[in-house]
């Protein structure tokens, strides 16, 4: 089982930007699609991005699309979230998720995922 740390949230302006960053332990890593996740206050998950393990393949979540960028570093165990043209509406806490097993856009079809990492952005 892959351990996921993510760190890089914070507070930002409207129209700023954020990278966060989640690293991976575990001889899994690098083999497997990596995801990225949100939940904001009061509502459920919902699905941000998606990496290939090769890094070759990705997929967005509607409300991101053009805005975030999901890539992976296999020989750092990491992968990233950029996240630019930020909105009010983005705020949430930001999860990563290894290993899927199901759908790559539901959190619990993961085998693991972090702690999540605050993101705030002001209007």
């Known amino acids: 089982q892959v351990q996921l740390v993510e760190s890089g949230g914070g507070l930002v302006q409207a129209g700023g930007s954020l990278r966060l960053s989640c690293a991976a332990s575990?001889?899994?890593?690098?083999?497997?699609?990596m995801g990225w996740f949100r939940q904001a206050p009061g509502k459920e998950h919902e699905f941000v991005a998606v990496i290939s393990w090769s890094g070759g393949s990705t997929y967005y979540g509607d409300s991101v699309k053009g805005r975030f960028t999901i890539s992976r570093d296999n020989a750092k165990n990491t992968v990233y979230l950029q996240m630019n043209s930020l909105k009010p509406e983005d705020t949430a806490v930001y999860y990563c998720a290894a290993d899927p097993d199901g759908s790559y856009t539901v959190l619990t079809d993961y085998s693991s995922w972090g702690q999540g990492t605050q993101v705030t952005v002001s209007s």
């Open positions: 575990g001889r899994t890593f690098s083999s497997t699609p």
